[in-house]
Structures are given as C-alpha cells and as structure tokens.
C-alpha cells in the first residue's frame, strides 16, 4: 500500500499529510487557504526491474477510484430507487411506499423528504433553513397523513411564552384544583415554523422535550407520545426581530437541511398540481392513503438501531466528528452527540435502501446535515463570508475512507 505524501505549504510552510488517493490533485491549505498541487510520490519508470516495485503503481491507481465517488457524494442525500444492492425489505418497501405517497401532493425537494424520514425513523429532529413559501408546512401535513400521527404547528414569535408551547396548570372554578392543560407540543409530527423569532426562554422550553421526551411542569412529568418529530424552519435571509438559536437548542436537533427553490420542470408541476383552488384538506383526505402507524413507526425505528456498522466506519465516523475540534479554520467542534446522530443515520439510510450494514456513502452523505449547525466558524472567516460547508467539505476530504 502506497504510503501517505507528506509536504508543506509553500505560503505558510504548515505541514500537511494527506492519504495516497489525493497524489497528483490539488487541495487548500487549512492555514491559509492556499490552493497546493500535491506532489505525486510515484517511482520514476528508470532501470527498475524488480517484479513488487513494478507492481506498486496498481496499487496506488486503486486508491483513488475508491474514495473519489464516496467523496463526490458530501452533503447529497439520495437514495436509488431502482438499485438492486438491498434486499426487498419491510423497511425499504415502507421507505418506497411513503415517498411515493408523498409525492402525489408535494413535488421534488429530495433532501428534505428523505432527510426528514431518516430522522423521523432514527428518532432525531429537523431543522430546515429556507425561505418562506417552499411548502414545509404542507409537507409535514402530508407525511402526518400518511403515517397515521398527530399534526401540530407552532408560530414562534418574539412574545411567545414557554407555556404556550407546553400548556400549564389552569385553576378550575368547579373542582376548585389546578388542572394542567396540555400545549400544541403534545403531538407526533410538530411543526415549529420559524422559531429563531422567539427569545430563549422559549427555546428552552424545548430542552427537556427534544432530549428527553417529556414536559414537567410545576414538578409533574408527562410524557410524550411516541414517535415525536419536531421540524423547525428558520428564514434564512430575513434578520430583523430574529434571535439567533442557542448551541444547546441547534445541538438537540439531528440535522440541518437546506431546502433551495424547485428546479424548472418541479415548479411547473407544483403550478399545475395546485392552482385549482381545491381545498387542502380534502387534497389530504381523498387522494392519499395512511399507510403506517405510530407503532409501526415505532417498530421500524428498533430495527434500524440493528443495522450493523463495522469497527472502520466506527472509526471514521470518530476521527470526522474529532477534526471538527482540531481543524484550524473551526471555531468551536461538534459534540460526542453529533457522532451518535451520523452513526444512526447511516444505519437509517442503509435500511432504506435494503442493506443490513451501513457503508461509508451512507456517512458521507449525512456528514454536512449532521455536523453544519454544530461547528463555528473562526471569527476572520465568518467577517469574510466563508461557507461553513465549504470547509467542512475541505475537511472530510483529508479523512482516509475506509473500505468496508
């Protein structure tokens, strides 16, 4: 096996090792940001003529094939209908069966059906940065429907209370007792639109009920019905009478997804397919079918903890999540939570396509949902308007990927 380049950066002279698949590309200097040719270690085809030195060039030209199309996959969550890797399982015919429903009234948006549905059945949370009139509200109505689970929808504003969310003990004038009325939070699918409109008091509120499944109030608990999906959405251009989420809110949720506007062809279908001033509601009731329930939801959910994820790909998950604490252009790195969340995704992801092991595409596709609200950017490069996913993109790069 072809050992790792090692060089320096000819601007800031930071030492660099990169895995063997990278000889011969360019890459960016984490220091400096400088665009570096790396230089490639192969023998020179001289008076060499031992059989295993003639061989070490096929060795070297077999790296890269490897990582290079996992790597082509960061950020891009997708899923092959027609791929005949998995088996025909239940979790990939409910998986198939969902989507297919959910097509008939929300049109394209890819990344967020299928992010939503990794959550929903890994038993984590969503929070969807996107501008308003995307059809978020109408989506989580429909996989409601769909799946047989409660709907609720919560409009944060800046004089929401805690209560509002949770409900609270309310005197009763006839029994002379306080009697705890529940809040809109006692659903399954809860849609939280807009929530960096609240100050934190209010997200705090959430806490308790995103981790823990639960609401005390006034020193009694009560639980919340499973399974429990909370959707949040944040505008991402609007920044007046906004209040900027806490890193202990943005940690509870699993991903970050960022929904863009529908391609040319989806956006025509959304005009033709709702245009007809046909009510919502009977939309939902007469052409789609509920075909789940809570306690298949449930089910599956177990069954995905199942999938098996080999000791490599334990190994890269970590040593991902890690960098995110070391590399030079991050503020602050991901929490132990966020590899818990990208491990059990991938093992989401590979049951709905079949698999009973996860592979690294399957890490790779969830590492920017997972780990983007997680990280902060250095202060110098938030001032010069850098990606967040570009770096993190930079970042994963340098991660060897194992082969499983």
Not at 171 to 183: H, I, S
Not at 194 to 203: F, G, Q
Not at 267 to 276: P, T
Request: aromatic content about 6%; glycine content about 6%.
């Amino acid at each position: 096996m072809a050992s790792s380049p090692t060089f320096s950066c000819p601007t800031c002279s930071q030492v660099l090792s990169l895995p063997a698949g990278f000889q011969g590309s360019q890459v960016q200097c984490p220091k400096c940001q400088t665009n570096i040719q790396v230089p490639s270690t192969q023998p020179a085809a001289a008076p060499v003529v031992a059989p295993t030195l003639v061989q070490q060039p096929v060795v070297q030209q077999t790296a890269a094939p490897v990582n290079a199309p996992v790597l082509d996959a960061i950020g891009k969550i997708s899923i092959d209908m027609e791929s005949t890797r998995g088996s025909d399982t239940e979790t990939r015919k409910l998986f198939q069966a969902v989507t297919k429903e959910v097509g008939k009234i929300f049109v394209g948006q890819d990344e967020l059906v299928i992010g939503s549905l990794v959550a929903l059945f890994s038993g984590g949370h969503v929070l969807i940065e996107s501008v308003p009139g995307l059809g978020k509200t109408l989506f989580v109505r429909t996989l409601g429907h769909i799946l047989g689970c409660d709907f609720g929808r919560i409009q944060f504003t800046a004089d929401l209370m805690p209560s509002d969310i949770t409900g609270a003990p309310i005197f009763n004038m006839k029994t002379q007792e306080f009697t705890f009325y529940p809040g809109p939070v006692f659903t399954q699918l809860l849609l939280a639109d807009e929530i960096n409109r609240s100050p934190a008091k209010t997200h705090a509120a959430l806490l308790e009920i995103m981790q823990e499944r639960r609401v005390t109030v006034d020193g009694e608990t009560y639980p919340m019905e499973a399974p429990f999906l909370v959707i949040a959405t944040q505008n991402p251009i609007e920044s007046e009478g906004t209040y900027n989420l806490p890193e202990a809110q943005l940690d509870r949720f699993m991903f970050k997804l960022m929904v863009d506007y529908p391609t040319e062809t989806q956006e025509a279908n959304i005009l033709k397919m709702h245009s007809e001033q046909i009510d919502i509601n009977s939309r939902l009731s007469n052409e789609l079918e509920t075909i789940a329930s809570p306690e298949q939801i449930v089910a599956v959910t177990k069954e995905t903890g199942k999938v098996l994820v080999e000791p490599a790909l334990v190994d890269y998950i970590n040593k991902v999540v890690r960098l995110t604490r070391t590399w030079p252009q991050l503020y602050m790195g991901a929490s132990p939570r966020a590899g818990l969340a990208l491990m059990q995704g991938a093992r989401t992801l590979a049951a709905f396509q079949g698999r009973q092991y996860a592979i690294p595409d399957d890490v790779v596709q969830l590492a920017l949902p997972t780990l983007r609200h997680r990280v902060l950017l250095a202060p110098e490069l938030e001032v010069e308007g850098q990606s967040v996913d570009t770096i993190l993109r930079d970042m994963i790069r340098t991660v060897e990927v194992p082969r499983v």
